[in-house]
């Protein structure tokens, strides 16, 4: 699935259906882009993602959703902004002048900006309220809860700076119209075939077998020039940014369809292949191995290790030593007792009647 290119254009927004976690997982029901468009350009066709381009109108307001990326915008790259906008001159973030919809960010990207820079950011939502895509307010609910988790997490560390709002109107900038020629500019370019830079996440996604989210990368980076002058670094509780595992050793039969379904190789077989590791910094929440399971033997724990996230350790959940069933004569993970494999077990268990002699009837 890797090496397919699948992508859904609308002029300068595109899906890429490959990156998609409902594409990915038959059963996983992921909806976030669907219920925050505000023109419903996404549909579900054959239980797979569907953009309609006649109804999108580039908003971008749903990139910010999406949880593997895959959605983007020609002329916004949210994670290039994040990452550069230290260097950039004005702390404030407006949908009038700098950026599409604020939507178009997540708390990792606010995190980064605010990690990465010397100061507070402000992120301006006075034209939220009144704007024609915020359809019943779902797109500025959106946005304001990305700032809270944002301003939540930093909390938690103890960092002193936060993503501040503003709230009231302010009167028309002419950079507000520079903004708006840029995005002229930019479609006349891609009209045109003019060669430009290559977004960091188009180029990201490009690497072989590169799976994993950029904006949890760049995340991963920020935190790591700060963990040592964090106030916590083993949070507790739940956490709506990081997540952390444990697999059941009784349950657990080895088959490893959690790590082959994995969409951002947080979970990952030894290399005897015996084994399971994770990774609190590369897994997204998607909740795909505890469906896939089939034992239910993967479930999620809490706690969460800012320092094995900012250096990407991964944990040994499970390993188990591989002898042969006697019953079958097929290797299977031993966890103790009788040396006869679940299947065989289950077999005699459920099908004893079958081997009832007919003088004992």
């Known amino acids: 699935m890797g090496n397919m290119n699948f992508v859904q254009k609308s002029n300068l927004f595109s899906f890429n259906a490959t990156r998609c976690l409902r594409n990915e997982y038959y059963h996983n029901d992921c909806r976030l882009c669907i219920d925050l468009c505000p023109k419903g350009a996404f549909h ?10 006649n109804e999108c109108v580039e908003c971008a307001g749903c990139i910010g959703t999406c949880p593997t990326e895959a959605l983007e915008i020609e002329n916004f790259d949210p994670n290039q902004f994040a990452a550069s906008f230290a260097q950039q001159n004005n702390s404030a973030i407006s949908c009038k002048v700098s950026t ?12 980064v900006m605010v990690l990465r820079g010397k100061e507070a950011i402000t992120c301006d939502l006075s034209h939220c309220a009144g704007c024609v895509l915020n359809e019943n307010g779902k797109l500025e609910t959106k946005i304001r809860a990305t700032i809270d988790g944002a301003n939540g997490f930093l909390e938690t560390i103890g960092f002193e700076n936060r993503v501040g709002t503003i709230d009231v109107k302010e009167e028309q900038s002419d950079r507000r119209a520079l903004f708006r020629k840029g995005i002229e500019k930019a479609k006349v370019a891609i009209a045109e075939g003019n060669s430009v830079l290559q977004p960091m996440t188009s180029a990201h996604h490009a690497l072989p077998d590169m799976r994993m989210p950029l904006k949890r990368i760049l995340l991963k980076n920020s935190l790591k020039e700060h963990v040592g002058e964090m106030k916590k670094t083993i949070l507790e509780g739940e956490s709506s940014l990081f997540f952390n595992k444990q697999i059941d050793f009784n349950a657990c ?10 969409p951002t190789d947080a979970l990952f077989p030894t290399s005897d292949k015996q084994g399971i590791y994770f990774s609190q910094g590369k897994c997204i929440g998607c909740g795909i191995c505890e469906a896939i399971c089939k034992p239910k033997a993967i479930s999620a724990k809490e706690g969460i290790d800012l320092v094995s996230i900012a250096y990407e350790r991964s944990e040994q959940l499970v390993h188990y030593d591989m002898v042969m069933c006697h019953e079958c004569r097929c ?6 007792g009788d040396p006869i494999c679940d299947r065989c077990s289950s077999f005699v268990t459920n099908h004893a009647n079958m081997f009832t002699l007919a003088r004992d009837m």
């Open 44 to 53: 579900i066709v054959r239980n797979k993602l569907t953009l309609f381009d």
């Open 100 to 111: 599409p919809c604020l939507g178009v960010f997540d708390s990792e990207h606010m995190l």
């Open 253 to 262: 039969t080895n088959c490893g369809e959690c790590t082959q379904f994995c």
């Open 331 to 336: 290797p299977f993970p031993y966890k103790g």
